[in-house]
């Protein structure tokens, strides 16, 4: 199969740095993420950037599926072409699915997503772009994880908490109920993952090292 | 209109820039400035605050001098309220509230980031843009949503017009660095490798300019220059593009100091490019701290009667883009 034939097939989304588009495998939908050149970008930064993040999300996402992470499954990878073929996923990102539905029906969506950063992080596995545009949510209100070109196998508690603060940035840019949601997400986070609460103490520490961080804004 | 727009005298004061201007709706009536530049090192506060106590009553006389109409038409008197150093914050509240007083004029109270985005959305035609504002103090993604200018995306570090005026200093260029830097930049040949980290729609600097030092003793300035460019402004591209990917907005509004930049001008119009949206920069003489883009957000505080009462007019060092209240914005 020559992944670039398939790419002649419709595209379905257009992310930051990918096209997504859809094809079949054996009659399953899949999705092909092409990583595009950028041309605001020295060639050679570019060519770097797409390499390793290719390769971190290949390897990366194969991680947190073996360890029963809803993610799509890995289907193939080319690299020369930098495109990687995933199991397409039906839903919605997290971010559409916010506008629709009122907090209290978003709290069960986001007690299921902490656990499953929970599973995530107990592995030492780090998602790296931890945002609500890379939470796709399946039938069911099912949440999988997407879009993993920035992550990579680490234990230090300094990583992880990276992912939750970013995850709580873009919460906080966009919803009013942000502290809520959050807190069921750390709920579940913290059920699956006890240590977690190190994680959470350290996000504490890099929020007040930022600049200029709102006394209402910092969490107790 | 059968009411004339009104005239907001605008004071910037909230690091080495003392900023004082007049304007009438968009229309730019009188604009004075000067700014301090240490003879070496960086800014300190309390050094730029007796600057700016010396230069604003020069800029003051200056301005009521050339008014083409008798000063009590003025209608209110903005000034930057926060964020900035505190000790240049307090004298420019000093003088505003002697203005206020001597006019009897109410009182403005404006967020110093949020006038660098008034200023971009009074003169150019961005009209709900994504916001990458740069400067010497700060560097913020931001965009409008529910009734406020939320950061997507910020430095967790310094900000980028401080890393250029650093690694500036460390090569012995004169002071500030960033335009010295972005000439040799011109110059440079060879790419040498740096650390390339972005977090969301964050970045952080301060590592960078670390590398880069360490650069510099084997290699040539105009070399470091151009590679410590290609990097970070990558990086501020890639953020760029990532929020309006994200959000839609469908047009991009670069500000602040940096925004004089060339070649960061170029990198953000091909990233506009990339995600189909309109390009607007501010024009370059109006990029850095000035008075006009404190009046231009003064004039939207006043028309939705958001005025400060002398007795609430203590300075907020630490005031952050999302906590002002965007009332002029449906
Ligand atoms: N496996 C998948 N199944 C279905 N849709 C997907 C899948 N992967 C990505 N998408 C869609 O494509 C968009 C961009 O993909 P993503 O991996 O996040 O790339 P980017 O790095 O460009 O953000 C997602 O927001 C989602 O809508
Ligand atoms: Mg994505």
Redesign the pocket.
């Known amino acids: 199969m020559d992944p670039m034939n398939l790419l002649k097939k419709g595209q379905?989304?257009k992310?930051?740095?990918?096209i997504?588009y859809r094809g079949t495998f054996l009659q399953d939908p899949i999705?092909i993420?092409h990583r595009l050149p950028k041309a605001y970008r020295h060639p050679d930064i570019d060519n770097r950037i797409r390499l390793h993040r290719l390769r971190s999300e290949a390897k990366v996402m194969t991680s947190a599926r073996k360890i029963g992470v809803s993610v799509?499954c890995l289907m193939g990878i080319d690299i020369q072409n930098h495109i990687l073929i995933?199991?397409?996923?039906e839903g919605k990102?997290l971010f559409e699915k916010m506008d629709s539905l009122p907090t209290e029906k978003l709290q069960p969506i986001f007690l299921k997503i902490g656990r499953q950063i929970g599973l995530l992080h107990s592995n030492d596995i780090i998602h790296g772009d931890l945002t609500v545009?890379?939470v796709?949510i399946q039938l069911e209100e099912k949440p999988s994880l997407?879009?993993f070109?920035l992550g990579k196998i680490s234990n230090e508690v300094e990583a992880k908490a990276d992912d939750i603060l970013t995850f709580y940035s873009t919460l906080k840019a966009i919803e009013p109920a942000s502290k809520i949601l959050f807190s069921t997400f750390l709920e579940g986070y913290l059920g699956v993952y006890p240590e977690g609460k190190n994680t959470y103490e350290q996000m504490k520490k890099i929020q007040s090292r930022a600049r200029y961080i709102a006394r209402e804004d910092r969490l107790e | 209109m059968t009411i004339s727009e009104p005239i907001i005298l605008g004071l910037e004061g909230t690091a080495h820039t003392a900023g004082v201007a007049v304007i009438q709706g968009k229309q730019i009536l009188l604009n004075e400035s000067s700014t301090y530049f240490p003879p070496q090192g960086g800014i300190h506060p309390r050094e730029a605050a007796n600057y700016l106590a010396k230069q604003f009553p020069k800029l003051i006389e200056k301005i009521f001098q050339n008014l083409p109409f008798k000063a009590d038409k003025i209608d209110g008197i903005a000034f930057s309220q926060g964020p900035g150093l505190g000790p240049c914050l307090r004298t420019t509240a000093t003088v505003a509230r002697a203005v206020s007083l001597k006019l009897n004029k109410p009182l403005l109270g404006v967020n110093h980031c949020v006038a660098h985005v008034e200023l971009g959305r009074t003169i150019t035609p961005a009209n709900d843009p994504i916001v990458l504002y740069v400067s010497g103090g700060n560097t913020q993604l931001i965009t409008f949503l529910n009734g406020r200018y939320r950061v997507l995306g910020e430095t967790l570090d310094i900000a980028i017009g401080n890393a250029l005026d650093t690694l500036g200093r460390e090569m012995n260029l004169p002071h500030p660095g960033g335009p010295h830097i972005e000439k040799q930049a011109q110059r440079g040949k060879d790419l040498l490798q740096l650390p390339y980290t972005i977090k969301g729609m964050s970045f952080s600097f301060s590592g960078m300019v670390t590398a880069a030092k360490k650069l510099i003793a084997n290699h040539s300035i105009s070399d470091v220059c151009y590679s410590f460019q290609e990097y970070t402004f990558a990086i501020l591209a890639e953020a760029t593009e990532r929020a309006l990917s994200c959000t839609k907005k469908g047009s991009v509004l670069l500000t602040g100091g940096v925004a004089a930049n060339a070649h960061l001008q170029n990198i953000i119009k091909e990233v506009a490019n990339e995600q189909d949206s309109s390009y607007y920069v501010v024009p370059r003489n109006l990029a850095g701290d000035n008075g006009v883009m404190i009046a231009f957000a003064g004039t939207h505080l006043l028309n939705s009667g958001d005025i400060l009462p002398i007795q609430k007019s203590q300075v907020k060092p630490r005031w952050r883009t999302d906590q002002v209240k965007v009332r002029w914005i449906p």
Do not use: Q, T, V, W
């Open positions: 379905i989304a992310g930051a740095e990918a997504i999705a993420k799509p995933l199991e397409s996923l990102i545009f890379n796709l997407i879009d070109g």
